[in-house]
């Protein structure tokens, strides 16, 4: 295909929180797919926080991006040219793409998604990456039960705000923290969760207290740092901690310092587990099934922030580490045909 597509490459690591600088707005040949291949016009791009860590060059779960390659995330296109027996023109695929607005991509990494299963968009979300990440997490590492109190931290979020609900279909009780009124009122008012706790305006350890009087059962811990160690003495024998993400941590620039967590395992025989979801990619298709099949039925509810526009997608990122999403961020940046 003719003309020229726009991209976003990493053009240094960032230090801290990253800048505008961190980061290449440049332009190469859209191309044209080969044998295997199809050309993709894409229409959602994902943004989320875990990205921070593959700006580092440091061993980790995922490889990290190279200097000046494109950056890659979930992408959501429509197909616009094929060399794929499996794809035709017109189709509506999903895949790990880069930030640019055409991808070339084989067969073999994209899938056909279903517009009428449910909101393409969810694929993205609830039904997606960040609804596994919840529904694996909880279920296989919290294993809550009815009547157990279920503390969610990052919980406005698109993983946090999912877990709270599963845990709510599962008949436990649901705790959120978050990081405004507005944040705090859709947990209860919308999402069903029993109490929500406002991080920025509230004495979380004296709130905690009066939220969870029977202790804390499960702690889905999406930030790290100091609510989590609010977190920590409240744990009940045997609780579950699933390490999700620590998106306070993300940027700092010296070591994150605090207080020990090993006495409270000890005292209480708890389990603390990081993951990825990633290690569950043979179970994908029952758990997006079962989500699938709750959004339908009315059991799960979702948020979506979305912005606008190719060169808004910097700043959306951005946006993440000042909590100003709710729900799943996304950007998008033309449209379905």
């Known amino acids: ?5 726009k991209q976003i490459r990493l053009a240094r690591r960032p230090v801290g929180t990253p800048t505008m600088e961190d980061f290449a707005f440049t332009e190469a040949p859209i191309g044209t797919p080969g044998e295997g291949e199809v050309l993709i016009r894409n229409v959602y791009i994902s943004v989320d926080p875990y990205l921070r860590g593959r700006m580092e060059d440091v061993k980790s779960y995922i490889p990290p991006f190279q200097l000046n390659d494109v950056i890659v995330s979930g992408v959501i296109g429509q197909v616009v040219a094929s060399q794929s027996a499996q794809f035709k023109k017109g189709d509506i695929v999903i895949g790990t793409l880069g930030w640019e607005t055409y991808s070339i991509a084989h067969e073999k990494t994209i899938r056909k998604l279903d517009p009428d299963l449910a909101p393409i968009t969810t694929h993205l979300g609830i039904i997606g990456m960040t609804g596994l990440t919840a529904y694996f997490g909880l279920l296989d590492i919290g294993k809550p039960k009815a009547g157990e109190t279920v503390v969610v931290s990052g ?11 599963i845990a709510k279909i599962k008949g436990a009780r649901a705790v959120g923290i ?14 069903g969760f029993d109490a929500a706790i406002n991080y920025k305006t509230e004495n979380v350890r004296k709130a905690l207290k009066e939220a969870c009087p029977d202790g804390v059962d499960v702690y889905f811990d999406n930030v790290g740092g100091e609510i989590s160690d609010a977190v920590f003495p409240l744990l009940n024998d045997f609780a579950r901690i699933p390490v999700c993400g620590a998106i306070s941590a993300y940027n700092k620039t010296e070591p994150d310092v605090g207080p020990r967590v090993q006495q409270y395992l000890i005292k209480t025989s708890s389990l603390m587990q990081g993951f990825t979801v990633g290690h569950y990619s043979s179970r994908f298709k029952e758990a997006g099934a079962q989500l699938a099949a709750w959004l339908n039925e009315g059991k799960l509810k979702y948020e979506e922030t979305i912005t606008e526009g190719f060169d808004s997608i910097i700043d959306a990122f951005l946006d993440l580490f000042k909590g100003k999403n709710i729900g799943k961020q996304l950007v998008k940046i033309s449209e379905f045909e």
């Open 1 to 5: 295909m003719d003309g020229n597509k």
């Open 155 to 165: 919980a406005a979020g698109a993983v946090g705000s999912t877990v709270g609900q």
């Open 178 to 191: 978050a990081g405004s009124e507005e944040k705090c009122r859709y947990l209860t008012e919308t999402l």
